[in-house]
């Protein structure tokens, strides 16, 4: 099926810095950028035959020039284009036994597997989902370059209104106007101070994330190992209730712990995936806005609640500073590296992919409620392996409303799955246990065998 | 009493909390702005508010907790543009 659309406007522009970003991601990663793609469903909602839903669909295309881009390298540097009109090739399929929305699901994250050719593609595929002739759901994958996950939940948002056929008001911001805007004076200025503030870390941070030197790697180097923990969550809500701060920073604290005493250093420096929708003008824009943030922890001599406090403050300093040009981080990074002898590497990272930073349907529990016996419900699994996606360490707070879902992709050559898992469950057992006592960082290293 | 500046300080902090924090509240320094609701994404683009109407640069490099009541917030950029 053909989806054709049509919109207000063509042009072409700047790469904006979140799109300079994922497209030195992409071209590093290569054959293993799938990683970056991004799998959404959307749900038919209500009795909806499938011409009014191609029509949903084509609509979304039509509001968001960054869904209509393709990318391109030219003489001046990357650009994005946007095609004014065009059409997009979408599959139909059945839904299978597991129902509509897991069918969709299992879709979505097949389509991902595939990279994009980001200069000819549009950034999406879709499948529809449906039960004899009625459609249910949307199978979708999405190119990083074009969004980020507070995108999809930007078009989530207004799929309902998509679907009924209402009139919305066109968005005043498209990925050209950023661009534009990142091109004035007092972008360029808060550009060069994010880049002050990184080169201040990596002229001493260590080379290396880890001082062991690497092993044999598995055959799949890099691989996820997840954990679905409805300890964790509840946990993190009520540290972060006690000490007024976010339960983003709890768990980031949790994490940072762990690597630093895993790696055998007082400093943990990982990079803090960041939504970066400070200006009001991108919280209505669909395209990847999210950058890095550098956040550095030195672990208190006191115990889990002063580090939750340090990690807060250096989070904020963290997101501060993860507004700047890609192109000249690099350069700096390589001038960095001319002078150290090489750059130092800054492959550990967190992201909290819950655009709310919530988990809305968490079991209800008494406040003061053990939660030692939920944690026997924990469990742990290998969800993925890539050959090259490069990190070493790499935490995920998944976006399951209903428990903490983290997980962990390690570089088998410095860590092994069991560290991995390992190193899960501390973050678990540290979060529960802060409940009931101040845990000193001392205690921390028994929690972590590194195997 | 609350001086102009920072009244101009809880109505900006009113502006970027969505107005889910009131003047008042941000006035009134019984909390700190965390722990009336301030987001982190939130008390950043105060901060970039800030230096937008103010022509200030703040420096974020210190104690933080230092900016995190209104009265503070206030002391501190009045002595940023005292020092222009």
Known sequence: ?451 | MKNDLEHRLADLVAAVSGGEISPEDALSGDHSLAALGLSSLAWIRLIDTIEETFGVDVDLGGDLSALDRVDALAAHVSGLLDSR
């Open chain 1, 1 to 451: 099926m053909k989806v054709p659309f049509s919109g207000t406007r063509e042009g072409e522009a700047p790469l904006t810095w979140g799109q300079r970003l994922m497209w030195r991601a992409v071209h590093l990663m290569g054959p293993s950028q799938s990683f970056l793609n991004c799998p959404w469903v959307l749900p038919v909602y209500g009795k909806r035959d499938l011409s009014s839903v191609l029509n949903a669909l084509g609509r979304m295309l039509e509001r968001h020039e960054g869904l209509r881009t393709t990318f391109h390298d030219t003489p001046h540097g990357p650009v994005q284009r946007v095609a004014r009109s065009g059409e997009l090739t979408v599959e139909l399929a059945q839904a299978g036994p597991e129902g509509p929305l897991g069918t969709a699901n299992r879709i979505a994250a097949e389509l991902g597997t595939t990279v994009f050719a980001h200069g000819e593609d549009l950034p999406l595929r879709c499948v529809v989902v449906l039960s004899g002739d009625r459609p249910r759901a949307l199978a979708l994958v999405f190119s990083h370059l074009a969004v980020d996950y507070q995108a999809l939940s930007l078009l989530s948002a207004e799929w309902r209104a998509l679907l009924r056929g209402d009139d919305l008001p066109p968005p005043e911001w498209q990925p050209m106007e950023q661009a534009a805007l990142e091109g004035e004076e007092s972008f360029l200025e808060r550009s060069r101070r994010s880049i002050r503030y990184w080169r201040s870390v990596l002229e001493t941070v260590p080379l290396d994330v880890f001082d062991h030197p690497p092993g044999e790697p598995e055959e799949q180097r890099f691989i996820e190992v997840g954990m679905e923990s409805v300890a964790l969550a509840v946990a993190a809500e009520r540290l972060a209730e006690r000490l007024k701060i976010s339960t983003t920073s709890v768990v980031i604290a949790a994490c940072a712990t762990v690597l630093a005493v895993v790696s055998g250093r007082p400093r943990a420096v990982m990079q803090l995936v960041h939504s970066n929708r400070r200006d009001p003008r991108t919280q209505s824009l669909v395209a990847t806005v999210g950058q890095d943030g550098l956040l550095v922890l030195d672990l208190p001599d006191t115990g889990f609640t002063d580090t939750c406090l340090a990690t807060h403050r250096s989070a904020l300093l963290a997101y501060r500073n993860a507004h700047y040009d890609p192109f000249e981080m690099q350069a700096m990074r390589e001038e960095i590296g001319r002078i150290r002898g090489r750059e130092p590497d800054l492959d550990a990272f967190f992201n909290d992919r819950r655009g709310d930073g919530t988990w809305p349907n968490l079991p209800r529990l008494s406040p003061d409620q053990d939660l030692t016996p939920l944690t026997a419900k924990t469990h742990t699994y290998v969800t993925n392996a890539w050959p090259g996606v490069r990190f070493k360490v790499f935490f995920t707070l998944g976006t399951a409303p209903d428990t903490g879902q983290l997980s962990l992709i390690i570089d088998t050559a410095y860590l092994s799955r069991e560290t991995a898992r390992a190193m899960l469950l501390a973050v678990e057992t540290l979060l529960v246990r802060s409940l009931t006592q101040d845990v000193p960082i001392a205690a921390v290293r028994d929690l972590t065998p590194v195997t």
